[in-house]
């Protein structure tokens, strides 16, 4: 079974510029989460989607993020314009549907943004 | 929020020595998760504790949850070159485990 892909794995982008970032879940995984670890701080959540709803974005920084889920297969996280503090690894994580919400996560290798 | 502390925040260790590392929660723990990350890699699951006083092993990784969960430990017996990486606790409310707080993370490294 194929895990959780992100890609890509390593994006240097100047400030300003646009960046799209992807996340393919594993298949027939209705959970799909998005999180951000900056350097030097804690992993933090931003967004999850059940399908292709947004269930909660609250983690989201501001409106310059945008995900998406097409679908509800794959992901992606769009960062427009790119600011220096949106540097850092974006973690992608999908899990199946568990009523009791006690869902083990499946984590992507990261997406290492790097804004110059 | 919850805000998870992780303790320590790195950790070196002689090969076949046994360590400990914890977390210690703001606020009442309804699930919490263990995971282990190589650099390059994501965070990989090692263990969910959900009730106070549980108690879980893996191989030569034994986690806890303390009665009043609050707090988590993760203990490693004899370890081993493979067992370096870094250790992070994950924490998230009762109806959505995935909207997780992490810890800072905990770097191990075993010496042969």
């Known amino acids: 079974e194929a895990g959780v892909t992100q890609f890509p794995s390593h994006s240097v982008i100047e400030k300003g510029q646009t960046v799209t970032l992807r996340c393919d879940p594993i298949?027939?995984?209705?959970?799909l989460y998005w999180y951000r670890r900056v350097m030097g701080k804690e992993i933090k959540f931003l967004l999850h989607?059940?399908?292709?709803?947004?269930?909660?974005e609250s983690g989201m920084p501001n409106n310059r993020f945008l995900a998406e889920r097409t679908g509800g297969t794959y992901s992606t996280l769009k960062v427009q314009p790119a600011e220096l503090e949106d540097s850092g690894v974006y973690f992608c994580?999908?899990?199946?549907?568990?009523?009791?919400?006690?869902?083990?996560?499946?984590f992507g290798a990261g997406s290492r943004l790097t804004v110059l | 929020s919850q805000e998870l502390e992780q303790s320590p925040q790195s950790l070196i260790v002689q090969e076949g020595k046994n360590l400990t590392i914890n977390c210690t929660s703001s606020?009442?723990?309804?699930?919490l998760y263990w995971y282990k990350q190589k650099y390059g890699e994501g965070l990989i699951f090692l263990m969910m504790?959900?009730?106070?006083?549980e108690e879980k092993s893996h191989e030569k990784i034994t986690a806890k949850l303390d009665e009043k969960k609050q707090q988590s430990s993760l203990h490693i017996t004899a370890s081993q070159p493979s067992h370096a990486g870094i250790y992070l606790c994950?924490?998230?409310?009762?109806?959505?485990?995935?909207?997780?707080?992490f810890g800072d993370g905990t770097t191990l490294t075993v010496k042969p």
């Open positions: 994580a999908s899990s199946p549907f568990q009523a009791s919400g006690a869902n083990v996560l499946t």
């Open positions: 298949s027939g995984h209705d959970n």
């Open positions: 989607f059940v399908k292709e709803s947004k269930q909660d």
């Open positions: 606020k009442t723990l309804y699930g």
């Open positions: 504790l959900q009730k106070g006083g």
């Open positions: 994950g924490a998230g409310p009762r109806t959505n485990a995935g909207k997780s707080t």
